[in-house]
């Protein structure tokens, strides 16, 4: 019996739609699982970093904290995104308002917001900003993490001296001594201070200045660890150095902070931070009689 | 003659027709790729977006800043509109300044990245690109000084501060660069050198030298050789003059006698003023005068030294 010519070209349109089914579904499983991999379809492919760049003020005696803190939002990615105020607190801080309140970043630009920030300078923990929301074009909102918070321990070392992260005070002279400095027995002079954490917050000092010149420290390395205070005897540059020329004989220290090495790395203490440790006029006596004395 | 793809009816043998032409297959492709436009479509509406990329980042801050008098002397010819060099003036007309950047770079991802250089622009006139060999683990960040000579002639338009960051990956390949967040005073109009203007004393960038201070019971008598180009601005009383000295914010009853062309003695009259050292703000070992100069009355700084710190009274009541 002779086949139909009707039944073989069903068969062929058959396998054609079956193949072009297959090939079809294929594809659009390819399409979905991979539309982000290629950002064909989608409004994400966002790269975006926030760091801390400045943090201004908390001068005073009140608790929390009240500080300024810069942050600059870079937008690598290839579409306009939005920057809004956080919703919940961070680690020990709180973001109570940003200004502008909406920052919008263009692809490729760097967009600055300043946040109005409150902080639990008293607590021995690392502050911790929270997340910024970010949102994308099509209306999706993402945390933005932002990074250098450990420079807002700057702010905590303005406020009242109670939520200092360091105080500082010149150790006793031993007797037959200026009061500024103690007598090493080598003969040479150095300044003694004593260091310490009144809220407990833990952090190693790796540098010690004066002027922008480095002063060797005795230890080399100090590690506070809670309000224990530690000693260490400075040792003044030998001659008078070309940085206090114009600006003058410093009268204060600045002390490099840094997390713990324990805890390194560590996402919640990023970044070193540098404050200010006044001691009262004995610092600028003590330089000028070590450093820049008076010729014989 | 060509047959459409889509022509299913078509008899057996047609699609052969031209050598080489399949229509069969362009019918695969376009199934194909019309799948793909679908499921990505359906994907960008069903499936959450992808997590943005966490981007390494970094910022600039000025760490120090200081003028370095040992770099090389008055420029032979100075720029259009400079006052002319003078006998011991400290530098150049660049202002002879150094600063010293923190550079802090946070790196979110797992695998660490290597720092290789640091572009700047708005330092000095031309950009700049400071080698760098400096490792950020991941999941971690890491801090690096680098020392500048910035260009604050005083002609110099002002220029904000870039800077961008090039790094290369755990196995060598280089990575997109980064763009460098500057602290704000860097950022903004007039940049690095408006900061140092603020920062220091006016005339920082053309400072004289004392050459020689004493004290004198309880005066300070302060020797500069010459001041060429430059008079002290005040009364001339017989070969006495009474110019106008600052120290600080303070101005000093002080007395001046000049020898043409020799040097210029100030005697600045005791007691000595007081000063509050416990603040933080340093002590002064500078004076500044006004001095008639090519351009009118300016401000003259007076490089004295620790002489002149010593003379202070420090937090005196």
């Known amino acids: 019996m002779q086949r139909p010519v009707i039944t073989d070209l069903a068969r062929g349109v058959d396998r054609r739609l079956i193949g072009l089914s297959l090939v079809g579904l294929l594809a659009l499983a390819i399409g979905y699982l991979g539309q982000n991999s290629w950002g064909v379809g989608s409004a994400a492919s966002a790269a975006t970093g926030a760091i801390v760049t400045d943090v201004i003020g908390s001068a005073g005696s009140r608790n929390p904290v009240r500080a300024k803190v810069s942050v600059a ?15 919940l607190p961070g680690d020990g801080t709180a973001v109570l308002s940003l200004s502008p309140s909406e920052l919008r970043v263009d692809p490729g630009a760097i967009g600055r917001v300043d946040a109005d920030v409150s902080l639990r300078c008293d607590l021995p923990e690392p502050l911790r900003l929270p997340d910024l929301r970010m949102e994308l074009r099509n209306g999706t909102l993402w945390g933005l993490p932002v990074s250098g918070s450990g420079m807002m321990v700057e702010a905590c070392s303005r406020a009242a001296s109670a939520f200092r992260p360091l105080v500082g005070a010149l150790a006793r002279r031993p007797a037959g001594t200026s009061p500024a400095t103690g007598t090493s027995p080598t ?5 003694t201070v004593r260091l310490h954490s009144p809220t407990g917050r833990r952090f190693d000092v790796p540098q010690i200045r004066a002027g922008g010149v480095v002063l060797t420290m005795s230890p080399a390395t100090v590690a506070l660890t809670g309000k224990t205070p530690v000693v260490v005897h400075l040792t003044a540059p030998k001659s008078c150095p070309v940085q206090w020329q114009i600006p003058g004989i410093p009268s204060a220290l600045s002390v490099d902070l840094r997390p713990p090495a324990s805890s390194r790395p560590s996402r919640a203490a990023e970044f070193g931070a ?20 008076a010729p014989q | 003659m060509t047959v459409p793809a889509w022509d299913l009816d078509a008899p057996a043998g047609q699609d052969r027709l031209v050598t080489g032409f399949r229509p069969g297959l362009i019918l695969l492709l376009a199934v194909g790729l019309a799948g793909l436009g679908l499921g990505s479509l359906a994907g960008s509406v069903l499936a959450p977006s992808a997590a943005p990329r966490l981007p390494v980042t970094a910022t600039l801050n000025i760490r120090d800043m200081y003028v370095d008098a040992s770099l090389p002397g008055p420029s ?46 708005g330092v000095t006139r031309a950009s700049q690109r400071l080698s760098l060999d400096v490792q950020v683990p991941g999941q971690g960040w890491t801090a690096v000084d680098v020392s500048v000579y910035p260009d604050c002639a005083l002609g110099r338009k002002p220029a904000e501060v870039r800077a961008e960051l090039r790094m290369t990956g755990p196995d060598g390949s280089d990575l997109d660069s980064v763009r460098v967040a500057p602290m704000r005073s860097l950022s903004r109009f007039g940049g690095l050198c408006s900061q140092l203007n603020l920062e220091w004393p006016n005339g920082w960038q053309t400072p004289l030298r004392a050459s020689a201070a004493r004290p004198l019971g309880p005066d300070l008598e302060v020797t500069i050789d010459d001041l060429p180009g430059s008079r002290l601005a005040g009364a001339l009383v017989g070969d006495r003059l009474l110019p106008t000295v ?8 002080s007395s001046a006698q000049l020898q043409p062309g020799g040097e210029t003695r100030l005697r600045l009259a005791g007691p000595a003023p007081c000063v509050r050292a416990s603040d933080g703000t ?21 490089i004295v030294g620790p002489v002149l710190t010593r003379w202070l009274r420090l937090n005196c009541r």
């Not at chain 1, 440790?277 to 070590?290: D, E, I, K, R």
């Not at chain 2, 600052?246 to 009853?253: A, C, I, M, N, R």
């Not at chain 2, 340093?282 to 007076?302: M, T």
């Open chain 2, 246 to 253: 600052f120290l600080g914010d303070q101005l000093l009853s």
């Open chain 1, 73 to 87: 939002v870079t937008n690598r990615g290839s579409q306009q995104i939005r920057v809004l105020k956080p919703d």
């Open chain 2, 282 to 302: 340093p002590v002064p070992s500078n004076l500044r005068v006004l001095a008639q100069g090519d351009r009118g009355i300016q401000q003259r700084l007076v």
């Open chain 1, 274 to 293: 540098t404050v200010w440790l006044q001691l009262g006029p004995a610092v600028a006596s003590w330089l000028l009689a070590t450093s820049c004395p």
């Open chain 1, 187 to 191: 003969g040479g002079e150095r300044l």
């Open chain 2, 76 to 121: 032979p010819t100075p720029s259009e509109g400079a006052s002319p060099s003078v006998g011991n003036q400290v530098g150049n007309e660049d202002g002879n300044a150094v600063v010293v950047f923190r550079l802090q770079v946070d790196n979110p991802a797992d695998q660490p990245v290597k720092m290789t250089a640091l572009l700047l622009d």
